[in-house]
């Protein structure tokens, strides 16, 4: 429990993590990363049927603003039958970011909620974006 709390200190800032040894620095980098996933996970989960999120949006709801693009890292690293509903993640732009089959797949996946795509691969955010609000 110590080392927890230990851990935790550091994750809140409230000790300096040059004083940690490799080994503790090993530990709080693996505790920050599940702890980022799961948030990421859980945001994303949140995303009602119908609408679409930024990976920005979700970095922040998350808790983690400035990291948007680690949101697309844990995303791309989802197994094929995850219930998580990845695909109501798109980038700023409001397009999908995969290519090829992984784009038609998330395309398809949005389509069939009723969300408009444009020929040119556009999402209107006006329409369809979710950052966080209850309904």
């Not at 709080?28 to 119908?50: C, E, K, R, S, W």
């Not at 109501?88 to 909620?113: C, T």
Request: net charge positive; hydrophobic share 40%; glycine share 6%.
């Amino acid at each position: 429990m110590a080392r927890k709390r230990a851990i935790l200190a550091c994750f809140h800032s409230k000790i300096d993590i040059n004083t940690l040894s490799l080994a503790a620095k090993l530990i709080l980098y693996v505790f920050t990363m599940d702890h980022f996933n799961h948030q990421v996970f859980a945001a994303i989960h949140q995303i009602p049927h119908g609408k679409v999120a930024t990976y920005g949006d979700i970095a922040k709801l998350a808790g983690f603003p400035s990291h948007a693009r680690q949101v697309g890292k844990v995303l791309s690293s989802l197994p094929k039958d995850t219930k998580l509903p990845w695909h109501r993640v798109i980038n700023s732009k409001g397009e999908i970011s995969l290519k090829g089959d992984n784009y038609d797949r998330q395309a398809s996946k949005l389509r069939a909620e009723n969300i408009e795509i444009t020929e040119a691969g556009k999402i209107r955010l006006r329409d369809y974006r979710w950052q966080g609000e209850t309904s």
